[in-house]
């Protein structure tokens, strides 16, 4: 059984900052892609950043510059750095991994609980 963990969010003013964390475990023999996805209130989950295991990144163009994704492969965890907060930004945030089993050997698409972010003066 594999489970993401999130944390990190919360609410801050325009203009401000917030670091997600995303941590996997259960039986895990190597992550492909992580990844964040968010969901504000009647509109359709996005992604927002993503990040191979290469470790190239890519981003969505309304985040580009202001959010930043890393990866510890060591530790099965990803965050989600973001800067420079707006409004806009206010969504449910996920975490999103494709993950081997170690069990099984088969690959499976995995989500977290989510976490929100609001922005809000």
Known sequence: QVQ?????????????????????????????????????????RESVAVIPSSGSTYYADSVKGRFTISRDNAKNTTWLQMN?????????????????????????NYWGQGTQVTVSS
């Open 4 to 44: 993401l963990v999130e944390s990190g969010g919360g609410l801050v003013q325009p203009g401000g900052s917030l670091r997600l964390s995303c941590a996997a475990s259960g039986s895990i023999f190597n992550i492909n892609v992580m990844g964040w996805y968010r969901q504000a209130p009647g509109k359709q």
């Open 84 to 108: 420079s907060l707006k409004y806009e930004d206010t969504a449910v945030y996920y975490c999103n991994a494709v993950i081997r089993s170690w069990a099984t050997g088969s690959v499976g």
